[in-house]
């Protein structure tokens, strides 16, 4: 009787043991998770901000080799003017709206849509974003730009 009432025990005590070594491998990796997670914010701000210095640095080696008989090129700002967001009409082609707002800071394809994105980060925490949406290679839809 003796034996039998050990060997419960062990297995109860080793149930437990167990346990605790679960619940000790859930929060570490519930902590590998977080640190992971906090490392990707990181990244990813310094990302941005390489992309930034990027930018500019482009802008002022494309400002410093241009001639000064060139003629001008259209600005990557253009489409920041309201008024150029108001002559873009239903029915217009992908090249007239680029013609009128400038080159999209970004294109995507969201199903049959094709969606030319114009945004400018403002600050760390906010940026300027407006869209046009063509679908059969017309304009559908036209999202002025707003603060987000």
């Known amino acids: 009787m003796r034996y ?59 400002s410093a080799t241009r001639s000064a008989t060139a003629p001008e090129t259209a600005s990557s700002t253009t489409w920041l003017e309201a008024a150029r967001w108001e002559r873009v009409r239903p029915g217009m082609s992908e090249l007239e709206v680029i013609g009128i707002l400038g080159p999209p800071t970004s294109m995507r394809q969201e199903g049959a849509a094709r969606v030319l994105l114009y945004a400018m980060e403002i600050g760390s925490s906010g940026f300027l974003g407006g869209n046009v949406e063509l679908r059969d290679r017309a304009v559908s839809a036209v999202n002025k730009p707003t603060l987000r």
């Not at 060997?7 to 570490?28: E, F, N, P, S, W």
């Not at 990181?42 to 500019?56: A, G, P």
């Open 4 to 62: 039998p009432l050990l060997a419960v025990l062990a297995l109860v005590g080793h149930g437990a043991v167990a346990a605790d070594d679960d619940t000790y491998r859930l929060m570490k990796l519930e902590q590998d998770v977080r640190n992971l997670e906090r490392e990707v914010q990181t990244l990813t701000r310094q990302l941005d901000e390489l992309k930034q210095q990027s930018v500019r640095a482009g802008e002022r080696s494309t």
